[in-house]
Nanobody, 120 residues
Framework: QVQLVESGGGLVQAGGSLRLSCAAT????????MGWYRQAPGKQRELVAR???????KYADSVKGRFTISRDNYTNTLDLQMSGLQPEDTAVYYC??????????????WGQGTQVTVSS
């Protein structure tokens, strides 16, 4: 079993910054693609950013130039540095990870989510 635990959410004024972190623990042989998604009230969950094990990244157009995703393959952690936050960034942010176990099977896991609220 694998657990993803997010931290770092909160309330910030427009233009401010927050850093989200996600720690993966459990039966992990290899962490493959990891990512951050968000879901605002009444909207579908959407990709914010993702990063491969080799460090290749992909960002949603709405966050390019403002958010930076990074990972540490030794500590199995994933971060999202968010700057220039705007009210439209308000959402619950979820960490996810594709995890390969020792048997060679890959499963996708999700964290419980952390609330980010940006006030105008």
């Amino acid at each position: 079993q694998v657990q993803l635990v997010e931290s770092g959410g909160g309330l910030v004024q427009a233009g401010g910054s927050l850093r989200l972190s996600c720690a993966a623990t459990g039966s992990i042989f290899r962490l493959d693609v990891m990512g951050w998604y968000r879901q605002a009230p009444g909207k579908q969950r959407e990709l914010v950013a993702r990063i491969t094990g080799g460090g290749s990244t992909k960002y949603a157009d709405s966050v390019k130039g403002r958010f930076t995703i990074s990972r540490d393959n030794y500590t199995n952690t994933l971060d999202l540095q968010m700057s220039g936050l705007q009210p439209e960034d308000t959402a619950v942010y979820y960490c996810n990870a594709d995890v390969t176990n020792v048997a060679g099977y890959t499963f996708r896991y999700w964290g419980q989510g952390t609330q980010v609220t940006v006030s105008s």
